[in-house]
């Protein structure tokens, strides 16, 4: 249902950030790699009509801080005409590029059934399993680490 | 530690320039020597990017070769954007810490003759990798910092307009500017969009120029009273705020310890309006104003010329222009003109004059006071 995005957290203080990174940006400590949801809040946005080297204009830019874990990633999207900060936002990844996309009613309704089929029976096991990792996320300190609930998604991804 | 006087402070006029970087360091550095009228003992040369703009690599030895200061020990201090700013204190250092006694500090930099593309790739690699390949240029990461202070109310889309319009009228007044004529709100609001909310007229340009300052351990009146140094993330995503600098914020409590006195004795200063909501919001994290009074002060036209506290007479980045490593010293070398009575045509009244500076995107930013004392 929703992209698996890498991470890594401070075993000391907690931070979350990605991508991944070695040592935690607030002390010289390594880091410990972890997953994180594609889903989160605009905390600002752009539309660059001056685009640097290398891009096209118009070019949307928006910096998302993930729920849970608060990390925050920059991403594309389609436009921003509409967008406000606070604003709830499914994250894609597509050649390892984020991309944001508004997260109303019906556009999770349509994500949801577009990725995992109309059979209930997957359904089903797609709600258990998002259940399963949503309680280890609350457990783990609003980090999702690679557990056994999210390869049984992976796999169901990689049957269809 | 010693007390360091500044005893020449010189300049080019900045903007679209035909000379090269080298003649325009030594236009600078050549009448600050003779304005001085004593030979340093140590160079301390700045220019942020000679390779990418000029080709020139090795550059303290080059500028120091040009100079016919090849005897000279010579280093290259840089921090991005503000560079001049860094290379000031370390002459500062130098002189303070009793190792040199007159230090001459010469920034310059280029880049007119590149396009503006070019221009803005090379200094977007100031930009954390990640936020940079989004596409995240400095105009990019500043229209994030206004939407986010837009939508909390800090000011509106007018008062940056205001900022503009108030150092273009100063940058009127000042030989020395890229742009010497005003523009009006209208003209500022509507101007094209670069990085939706800002505009054209709300970016500083793309300039060439060069500064110098030669500071000695022999007392001349005009005192390096303080400096200071903030920094932080270079990631912007990693900081908790995105409306207000923690760097700014730091250098200016360690620029006012060090001068053993507060922002009130402030009376005129030259903040680093790369974009004009910066200039705003540096007059909060300065402590220049307290929070939610700068914007008032903008809209009251405390900061203009002849206002309580004149901000950025000389007309700022946005119309003296953006030469990157010249503009931290050309900052420094307003303030002392202005202490001096040698502001021409744009002079106010003040002792004690305040300068800030912005590396990257907030990551290395500075804090210089500077008072005249006789």
């Known amino acids: 249902m929703m992209e698996i995005i890498n991470g890594s957290r401070c075993p000391e203080c907690g931070l979350v950030v990605a991508p991944p990174v070695r040592i935690c940006p607030r002390h010289p400590r390594e880091m410990v790699t972890v997953e994180l949801f594609g889903y989160g809040s605009i905390l600002s946005y752009t539309t660059l009509t001056a685009a640097p080297e290398g891009f096209k204009p118009p070019l949307h830019i928006a910096m998302v801080e993930l729920l849970p874990g608060g990390a925050r990633i920059f991403c594309h999207g389609k436009e921003t005409r509409a967008l406000k900060i606070g604003r709830r936002v499914a994250i894609e990844q597509m050649d390892g590029i984020f991309y944001f996309a508004s997260l109303d009613i019906t556009d999770r309704v349509s994500m949801f059934w577009k990725r995992r089929g109309a059979a209930p029976q997957r359904t089903r096991d797609a709600v258990k399993s998002a259940v399963k990792r949503f309680l280890s996320v609350y457990k783990n300190g609003g980090t999702a680490p690679p557990s056994s609930a999210n390869q049984e998604e992976k796999k169901h991804a990689e049957k269809k | ?374």
């Open chain 2, 1 to 374: 530690m010693r007390d360091v006087w500044i005893a020449a402070a010189a300049m080019t006029r900045f903007g679209r320039r035909e000379e090269s970087l080298e003649n325009l360091m030594a236009d600078a550095a050549l009448e600050a020597l003779r304005d001085a009228d004593r030979q340093p003992d140590a160079l301390v040369v700045t220019s942020m990017a000679p390779e990418e703009f000029v080709g020139e690599g090795n550059f303290a030895s080059h500028i120091g070769t040009y100079l016919g200061l090849s005897r000279v020990p010579s280093l290259r201090v840089e921090t991005a954007t503000s560079s001049g700013a860094a290379a000031l204190y370390a002459g500062f250092a130098l002189i303070a810490s009793g190792f040199h006694t007159n230090v001459l500090v010469a920034g310059g930099e280029k880049m007119t003759h590149a396009s503006t593309p070019r221009v803005s790739e090379i200094i977007s690699r100031v930009i954390d990798p990640h936020e940079r390949s989004y596409g995240a240029t400095m105009p990019a990461l500043a229209a994030m910092v206004a939407r986010a202070a837009l939508a909390k109310g800090l000011f509106s889309e007018s008062d940056m307009a205001r900022v503009a319009v108030k150092n273009h009228a100063n940058g009127a007044r000042n030989p020395y500017a890229h742009f010497q004529k005003p523009v009006t709100m209208e003209e500022v609001m509507s101007s094209r969009v670069i990085a939706d909310p800002l505009r054209l007229q709300h970016c500083c340009p793309i300039s060439d120029g060069a500064a110098a300052i030669l500071l000695t351990a022999d007392p001349t009146g005009t005192k390096l009273a303080g400096m200071g140094q903030g920094s932080d993330y270079l990631a912007v995503r990693y900081r908790s705020s995105l409306t207000g600098f923690r760097a700014t914020q730091d250098a200016a409590k360690a620029a006012f310890r060090m001068a053993g006195f507060g922002p009130e004795r402030v009376q005129v200063a030259e903040i680093h309006d790369a974009f004009a909501p910066f200039e705003i919001l540096a007059l909060e994290d300065i402590g220049l104003f307290p929070n939610g009074k700068a914007t008032k002060a903008v809209q009251n036209g405390e900061l203009m010329l002849e206002g309580r506290l004149p901000v950025n007479p000389s007309g700022g980045l946005k119309a003296r222009g953006h030469a990157l490593a010249a503009t931290g010293l050309a900052q420094a070398v307003e303030i002392v003109w202005q202490l001096t009575g040698r502001a021409w045509g744009r002079q106010v009244k003040a002792k004690v004059g305040l300068a800030h500076s912005i590396g990257g995107m907030a990551t290395n930013n500075w804090v210089t006071l500077i008072e005249q004392v006789a």
